[in-house]
């Protein structure tokens, strides 16, 4: 067969030569000569040869890639890792068996599906962190993430990868480390419990060298005991000598024992007398400290009250006096003047109403109605100052925005009236003396404080109702308060006490003060 098949490509090629020879001979215009021919020929069987054996090579190179070809894909699909071709969005171009078995489905319903979805919650910024990386620094990144894969327990993984050439895609190796992860942990808590161990034989050999020391001191007794059982022989006979006069000492140690009993009873009971009695002491001892300062404080009080009550008589006789001027100097006067123009309309009249015009009489009629309304004006101002009617007509809240009006036009000081109350329901002792609280306050601004701003709070904490008057003037040093024992203090702390209420001043020297009343005022509860 080689034979044949030689023969007939010798027959190929005397035939392509005779048909080279023809074109040539043709083109020259001379027939070859049959050496030419031979030689012509030759060449071309060599080069015939030269291209079958460039020929096996190339199929020999070629079955040797194929071989290597399918040799690799098996490497690259049955390799431990799982191998991953990703995109910049995480998206999975390509992968192996081996990570197509990881994320526990099928190769082909992983292509196109983003990486990201496997990837637990926690470690996802890690792992969109590392793609980032690759792409950007275009060198080798790894990072170690967990991936949940439905409901089997999560694989801890250790990824490497590196972009492509064209800077489109990267490859990633996944190695599944979980193995390493838990053999790691176990390794430390191994080493927890060889220092427990560790632990452990120290103590067991501290308990040795005791148990040690402990036989030593029982060998030193029964030493001891040996010597002691010589020393009880030679007593014994010792002993039975004394048995006897033992028996009689015993009856009068038992005698003198039941007398010591008896003793240490009662020995025990006045101890315990004793201990009643010293505490009973201390007890009155306390009574009668706390009786010495209750003394004092009620001695005190009782002074402070009959100042108090002398200042109340004098403050009386004072408003009595104050109250006769102006009557005398007010609605006295106004009086008079309404006496002398009633005499002198009454002379004009009796001289003929003829001879009075109209406008003269509606004027002096006019002049009259005015004394009679600041006659009326007057009798309410002293109204007003023996007891507040304006509690009475508009209720506390207006009482008070109305006084402190009339506190900012006499003294020239701004202030402010804040309450966070909407239905107020107190009864009229509470109004007259919290109003009668703020006037006193007031009058202490306007004599002390210096402010410019006087700002006046009513709210209700917590089962309270709170009365605050706070100015912005030169304050007081709080531990230099001055006369504590003033009247107006003493008056403020009475009506305050009146209403089983607190009163507390605070003060700093260029703060300003603050005076704040607290009384009972429950929720819900509607004073009578």
């Not at 632990?199 to 030593?216: G, H, S, V």
């Not at 009086?335 to 406008?359: H, N, Q, V």
Request: include cysteine.
């Amino acid at each position: 067969m080689n034979n044949s098949s030689k023969l007939s490509k010798t027959v190929n090629l005397r035939q392509k030569a005779e048909t080279l020879l023809r074109i040539n001979s043709s083109e020259t215009g001379s027939p070859l000569s049959e050496i030419e021919t031979l030689k012509l020929v030759h060449e071309l069987e060599v080069h015939q040869i030269e291209l079958e054996l460039i020929n096996e090579e190339l199929m020999l190179a070629n079955s040797a890639a194929q071989e290597a070809a399918k040799k690799y894909t098996e490497l690259f699909d049955f390799a431990p890792s799982g191998y991953f071709t990703l995109s910049k969005e995480g998206t999975v171009i390509d992968l192996n068996f081996s990570g197509a078995k990881m994320l526990c489905k099928k190769c082909t319903d992983l292509k196109n599906c983003n990486f990201t979805f496997f990837v637990s919650n926690d470690t996802k910024p890690i792992f969109y962190l590392f793609l980032s990386k690759v792409f950007n620094s275009k060198t080798e990144e790894s990072c170690e993430v967990i991936l949940s894969v439905n409901d089997n327990l999560p694989m801890y993984v250790y990824i490497n990868g590196i972009v492509t050439e064209n800077g489109e895609q990267c490859l990633v190796n996944v190695m599944n480390i979980s193995d390493q992860k838990l053999a790691a942990e176990l390794t430390i808590a191994n080493k927890e419990l060889a220092f427990q161990n560790k632990e452990k034989e120290k103590r067991a050999n501290e308990l040795i060298i005791a148990n040690k020391e402990l036989a030593f001191q029982n060998e030193e007794k029964e030493k001891r005991a040996d010597e002691l059982i010589i020393a009880n022989k030679e007593l014994a006979f010792q002993n039975k000598e004394k048995e006897k006069r033992a028996n009689e000492l015993i009856i009068a140690n038992k005698e003198l024992a039941f007398q010591n009993e008896e003793k240490e009873k009662r020995a025990d009971e006045l101890i315990i007398a004793n201990k009643e009695l010293a505490f009973q002491n201390r007890e009155k001892v306390k009574r009668a400290y706390e009786l010495i300062i209750a003394n004092k404080e009620l001695n005190n009080s009782r002074l402070e009250l009959r100042k108090f009550a002398s200042h109340l008589q004098n403050v009386r006789e004072e408003e009595k006096t104050a109250l006769a001027r102006e009557i005398h100097d007010d609605l006295g006067q106004i009086l008079i003047a309404l006496k002398i123009d009633l005499g002198m309309f009454e002379r004009k009249l009796s001289k003929g109403i003829e001879s009075t015009t109209t406008e003269e009489l509606l004027s002096k009629l006019n002049d009259l109605s005015n004394l009679v309304d600041n006659t009326i004006k007057s009798a309410r101002r002293i109204m007003n100052g023996l007891r507040p009617e304006l509690i009475e007509l508009l209720g506390f809240e207006a009482a008070c925005k109305s006084y402190l009006l009339d506190f900012e036009e006499t003294h020239h000081i701004s202030s402010q009236f804040e309450s966070t109350i909407l239905n107020l329901n107190i009864n009229w002792e509470q109004s007259v003396a919290l109003f009668r609280i703020l006037q006193e306050a007031l009058t202490n601004v306007a004599k002390h404080a210096k402010a410019t701003l006087v700002t006046v709070q009513l709210t209700n904490p917590a089962g309270k109702l709170v009365l605050q008057i706070i100015d912005n003037g030169v304050g007081f040093d709080e531990n230099n308060k001055g006369r504590q024992d003033s009247y107006g203090m003493i008056g403020m702390k009475e009506r305050v006490f009146l209403l089983e209420g607190e009163l507390n001043i605070t003060s700093k020297v260029g703060q300003g003060t603050s005076v704040r009343v607290e009384i009972p005022y429950p929720q819900g509860y509607v004073f009578k």
